[in-house]
């Protein structure tokens, strides 16, 4: 009997307080490395949605959908043209427009060290349905703002979340907009920075 009602005061202690189901990827940035800058890769190629191989348009709104969450310190800043290399630690934090060969993989994200400081590179499959935005996407299309919103948490140092609805799920449906930062996304970017 004593054993039941402990069980009890546990369940009714998870409904009483906010339960979150975001994780966290590497080490976060330092605070002297923010705000982050974003370097554009000059070899992208992506026909469907051109000229988003920096930060600028869908890219862009995607990385300020992030620095838009109140109560954290974190930004992202443009990095202009670099010549970032992808997922090498070199110190220079960018976002690629490329091939991707596994088969139903949108887009990856890697995170390294270099001389003490994260450093975190994106790829996102240019051979997919695209949707650039910023109207809704067709059922048949994959919207390519979703998908860099993900990829970017990734990049500031979120893992995947156990609830279905945060950006940070591990998958996402054709025909589908998830373009801002859900309330178990705001808890893992204010709980990093
Ligand atoms: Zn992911």
Known sequence: MKKLLSV???????????????????????ASQIPVPVYGDETSTLDACAGLSEYTGTSKR??????????NSFRWRAGGWNGPIYGVPDGINGIFFREINDVGVLGQ??????????????????NQNWNCGPEDPWWTQID???????????????????DPNAVM?????????KRVPQSDDIAGIQYLY
């Open 169 to 177: 799920w591990w998958s996402i449906g054709m025909g589908v907009s």
């Open 8 to 30: 009890v005061g546990a369940a009714s202690l998870l409904t009483a307080l906010p339960v979150y189901a975001f994780t966290t990827f590497g080490t976060p940035y330092s």
């Open 62 to 71: 995607a990385y300020l959908s992030w620095n838009a969450v109140p109560n």
């Open 109 to 126: 994200t890697t995170f390294n060290m270099y001389n003490g400081k994260r450093d975190s590179d994106v790829k996102i499959d240019i």
């Open 144 to 162: 390519m703002e979703s998908v860099i919103l993900h990829e970017v948490g990734h990049q500031l140092g979120l893992g995947h979340s156990d």
